[in-house]
């Protein structure tokens, strides 16, 4: 079974995300008969803005959220068992606030947020789900007291926006949303962990025997992007080496011909683009002392 490797990634790749924005505890046990809740996000208390950039996912977690993933189409038992695990949560609060004699708000009350990959119209009827205005399509509220939605994750629209919760779907779902996240910008804060975790995920699944269609496919979309990418890293390696290298010559040949240079000067060298170096290194034939390096340096940053 494969399930629990998707599990494992979906539960790794929620605290990547959200690990910044506040405390997550993954597999958190609940009282009564064994029950684990697969993400329990605590927001901080000073929240960051920067959560935005997580979409929808990020405006689940601007307040405490259950987060619980599926694979595979979330049964209609699954999605009592979870209503059940917020149930006993809200429960403990109570305690804990009556033992504390102080009144439980609302606003610390998680809400549970079911994550599906498909989901039948049938089956949202017998929860009683209704969309709210304000919020995407493929978001399937409960009524209010039960602090309980539904996401389709097959329904969601495909925008940045809803990136973050697309990558957590199946077959072309999720294939897509891996050519949107591979297509990020290189500096974008969650593109490399992202793409590492579903490598991973790959890695895992590549070792298992008995694997889905969907798996299978999900490797084979994977496969060129991988190797893509440590080819890339291989480069950007051998690039490092060589500036480095570059530098470091660079550095001798200056201390021979003007002196031991300063920390400063040093770290405005080392600065440098690996084009810059190679210019620095037949400028410096010409340098007899600290300023004509100095001047050097400051025609860089013109």
């Known amino acids: 079974m494969t399930r629990f490797i998707h599990d494992k990634f979906a539960k790794d790749y929620l605290e990547e995300l959200l690990k910044d924005y506040g405390e997550v505890k993954a597999s958190e046990k609940v009282s009564g008969e064994i029950k684990e809740i697969d993400v329990l996000f605590t927001p901080a208390k000073q929240q960051s803005s920067n959560i935005e950039i997580l979409g929808l996912l990020g405006r689940f977690a601007q307040q405490p959220a259950i987060i619980e993933p599926y694979r595979n189409p979330a049964s209609t038992d699954e999605i009592c068992d979870c209503i059940l695990k917020l149930l006993e949560i809200k429960a403990l609060l109570r305690r804990e606030a009556k033992a504390n004699k102080t009144k439980l708000q609302d606003s610390e009350i998680p809400k549970l947020w079911v994550l599906t990959p498909t989901i039948s119209e049938t089956r949202l009827s017998s929860f009683g789900t209704m969309q709210k205005a304000g919020w995407l399509s493929g978001v399937h509220f409960l009524p209010n007291a039960l602090r309980t939605a539904i996401v389709a994750i097959h329904q969601l629209p495909q925008t940045p926006e809803t990136l973050w919760l697309r990558l957590l779907g199946r077959g072309s779902v999720q294939s897509q949303a891996i050519i949107e996240l591979q297509a990020l910008p290189l500096d974008h804060p969650y593109q490399k962990a992202t793409l590492e975790l579903v490598y991973n995920l790959r890695e895992n699944l590549r070792v298992n025997q008995e694997l889905e269609a969907d798996d299978r496919e999900l490797i084979m979309r994977l496969e060129p992007l991988y190797q893509r990418d440590r080819e890339q890293a291989k480069e950007e ?52 002392s600290f300023a004509d390096l100095e001047t050097w340096l400051n025609q860089q940053s013109i």
């Open 237 to 288: 390696g051998r690039q490092e080496g060589r500036q480095e290298g570059r530098q470091n010559l660079i550095l001798r040949q200056l201390n021979r011909r003007i002196g031991e240079i300063d920390t400063s000067l040093i770290e405005r060298i080392q600065g440098l683009s690996l084009a810059q170096l190679e210019n620095l290194g037949e400028a410096l034939l010409d340098f007899s």
